[in-house]
């Protein structure tokens, strides 16, 4: 191995923040386990990560010693419970530096934090008197793109076939980047919003999106990121990006199901009119007519997931102790390392980018001819946990001309000896069907 | 679990080497022909298979598709056992196929009636491939009910 010196008063190698992997690991009881009579190898992080101790800790302990129902109770239980609600969502305004606590909506999902923005779109849709930024009509546009996932493909399907508006899309290149060479013609002034995904969840890409951010500015667009698979994995900052709508889920970063975040611009969150109503969001209300909360509460009808909104807090703040640069780091380690060592398994084909610059750590490929499901059984046999299937983006399985994909996903518990044993699973995928 | 239970040699057999495949259109001219097109949402597979009957016998059972070794191979060997067979007689070996998938590993398979099909004894034991194995025998219901053959339980039953 040669050794290039970095020349002295730039970054050295070390300087580089790092984390004890081992240590991270032992905070992950799951990780222990065994599967098949094998060490447990989790390669599915992108599908759904673990959970760390102090997560589970905190997830158990609400419902132990704190369990009440929020917003509505003057007793004891009730404050505390209302206040660890209420201080998980000034510990994910801060993780994300949203500019304002009340620019946090707590919702299921990230599908249901996409379908709220779209729903909002329909129903302003329907009043003359709703703000012009969020109706939607014939000869408007809604500009996704070819490598979204299906609950930011759908939803805006069903937007347009509502209001009559035209669903557009961005193409993908061969490499598996987003192909931007049509931006111009593709968000013009018939644009209302552009909902993209920031990291692919099946080719790993990372979309640079200040251009598009430019050009929505330019035409007065709304732009919505998609970043399931982004705030687990790398810093953000929504003020940096610059978009008007952040989404992301609970439990693809060490938190719970059940939970999941849409971020807004206050002054667009309190534009939108509400989806779900029921309890909690309103302001007033009589036998004919309501009025309503301002955001978030506008849009948390019903009582929310208190116990996974405070475990995500925890799992924010897990997250936030390790450093967000540093699991990005060890993340573009693994993804280097697991690039070059997959490039050695005869027959292997990766959709995405093959150079670890602008990609997660999210690999999904094909091994010759062998169908996924066989791939990722005999994987499993030996305790190798990848996904197979189409991912819940089957747009990008048609443009890549293959029924399903195998994916390996990596996070901040994943070792290079992992990969390894990926790598020597899919020898033994090759005995049994070549 | 083994992994051989589940990946017997006369699956990667068929597999490997499929009976049958590809969809054909009936030799004797007057028999009736349907086809049905099944999918697997969870994992993208999918398999047409196309019956020609005279209302009688199965002069035809054709496939195509694409997807993993089970399902491929299941398809193949649907195709073996059920050409040339009475109605009544493929819907009995339709049944079987169907208990022995449904019964998780529990069910000791019939090889006079199953032929190679007790190879899949061990996917019942693998509860996310059943519906593999399952892919071409469902759509097979559906086009042979199409063709006007009825060889799903309910319509033998009725």
């Given at each position: ?397 048609t443009r890549f001309g293959v029924p399903a994909m195998t994916r390996a996903s990596f996070y901040l518990y994943t070792t290079t000896g992992e990969i390894d044993a990926l790598v020597a699973g899919l020898e033994q995928v090759r005995k049994v069907f070549e | 679990m083994q992994l051989e239970s589940l990946y ?151």
């Amino acid at each position: 191995m040669t050794s290039i010196a970095i020349p002295p008063g730039m970054p050295q190698y070390d300087d580089v923040p790092r984390y004890d992997v081992a240590k991270v690991r032992a905070d992950f009881p799951i990780l222990d386990r065994e599967v098949n009579g094998h060490r447990l190898v989790y390669l599915d992080s992108a599908n759904t990560s673990h959970k760390p101790r102090q997560v589970l800790d905190v997830l158990g302990e609400h419902y132990a010693m704190h369990n009440a129902n929020v917003s509505r109770s003057v007793h004891t239980l009730g404050t505390e419970a209302t206040e660890a609600y209420e201080g998980a969502r000034a510990k994910i305004a801060a993780f994300i530096n949203a500019p304002s606590v009340d620019e946090v909506v707590f919702t299921k999902n990230s599908t249901e934090a996409i379908n709220i923005v779209a729903y909002a779109f329909s129903n302003a849709s329907l009043r003359p008197d709703a703000d012009p930024r969020f109706r939607l009509g014939p000869g408007d546009e809604v500009v996704i793109s070819e490598m979204e996932h299906h609950s930011n493909i759908v939803p805006w399907q069903l937007l347009c076939e509502r209001t009559g508006a035209t669903l557009r899309w961005f193409p993908v290149t061969d490499q598996g980047r987003l192909d931007e060479s049509g931006l111009q013609d593709l968000v013009t002034e018939r644009t209302k919003i552009v909902s993209l995904v920031h990291m692919s969840n099946i080719l790993g890409t990372v979309n640079a999106t200040s251009r598009i951010t430019a050009r929505v500015r330019e035409v007065g667009a709304l732009l919505l990121l998609d970043c399931s698979q982004s705030v687990p994995h790398m810093p953000m900052d929504v003020v940096d990006h610059d978009a008007d709508f952040v989404v992301f889920t609970g439990h693809k970063m060490c938190g719970p199901t059940g939970i999941g975040v849409l971020w807004g611009r206050g002054e667009l969150l309190a534009a939108m009119p509400p989806v779900l109503g029921g309890g909690s969001m309103i302001e007033t209300v009589t036998m004919a007519r309501s009025t309503f909360a301002a955001p978030p509460a506008r849009f948390e009808a019903g009582t929310p997931p208190i116990a996974e909104a405070v475990a995500l807090g925890a799992a924010v703040d897990y997250l936030a102790g390790i450093g967000m640069r540093a699991v990005q780091w060890h993340e573009k380690e693994l993804t280097a390392y697991a690039l070059d060592a997959l490039a050695t398994v005869p027959g292997l084909r990766i959709f995405g980018p093959t150079v670890p610059v602008g990609r997660g750590g999210t690999i999904s490929f094909a091994l010759g001819d062998i169908h996924p499901h066989d791939v990722g059984q005999v994987l499993d046999s030996l305790g190798v946990q990848v996904r197979v299937g189409h991912h819940c983006a089957k747009p990008v399985c048609t443009r890549f001309g293959v029924p399903a994909m195998t994916r390996a996903s990596f996070y901040l518990y994943t070792t290079t000896g992992e990969i390894d044993a990926l790598v020597a699973g899919l020898e033994q995928v090759r005995k049994v069907f070549e | 679990m083994q992994l051989e239970s589940l990946y017997q040699e006369i699956i990667l057999d068929h597999y490997k080497h499929p009976h049958g495949r590809g969809l054909r259109d009936p030799d004797a001219t007057g028999a009736r022909v349907a086809e049905a097109h099944h999918v697997n949402p969870t994992c993208g597979d999918e398999v047409t298979v196309r019956v020609a009957t005279d209302g009688e016998v199965l002069h035809d059972v054709s496939y195509d598709g694409m997807g993993c070794s089970i399902s491929q191979a299941s398809a193949s060997v649907l195709h073996e056992l059920l050409v040339g067979r009475g109605a009544g007689d493929a819907f009995r070996v339709h049944e079987a196929f169907v208990e022995l998938m449904s019964g998780r590993g529990q069910v000791t398979p019939d090889e006079d009636v199953l032929g190679d099909g007790v190879a899949f004894a061990g996917v019942a034991r693998y509860p996310a491939r059943v519906k593999c194995a399952l892919l071409p025998w469902m759509a097979f219901k559906d086009a042979a009910a199409r063709a006007g053959v009825g060889v799903s339980p309910t319509e033998v039953e009725a």
